[in-house]
């Protein structure tokens, strides 16, 4: 058991994750911001115009999207990095992964 826990120690893969894993708990934080003024302006526009903007409904939806992305990611429920760290067009057409067992 603690040979295991030296050889996971050790492994290069697991800090890069870490890394990794630090660096989108930061994005998290900006998405969050971000998430919150589409949501601000959303209401504002609706509460003028009486219609929500279509605009922002997409924004909306790929920043939800991403925050997804990253959050499967810190759970370890995937190993495929979110864009920065790959293409966009991975996140826009993520699917839900199997459950790992």
Do not use: C
């Amino acid at each position: 058991m603690k040979q295991d826990i030296n050889e996971n120690i050790k492994k290069i893969s697991t800090w890069k994750r870490i890394f990794y894993m630090l660096v989108f708990s930061v994005i998290v934080g900006i998405v969050r911001i971000l998430l919150w003024t589409v949501i601000l302006f959303q209401v504002a526009f609706a509460l003028l115009s009486g219609t929500p903007n279509q605009n922002i409904l997409d924004f909306g939806r790929k920043l939800s999207v991403y925050l997804y992305h990253i959050l499967l990611f810190l759970t370890y429920n995937t190993d495929q990095l979110p864009f920065p760290f790959s293409e966009w067009n991975l996140t826009e057409d993520l699917k839900l992964p199997e459950t790992k067992k």
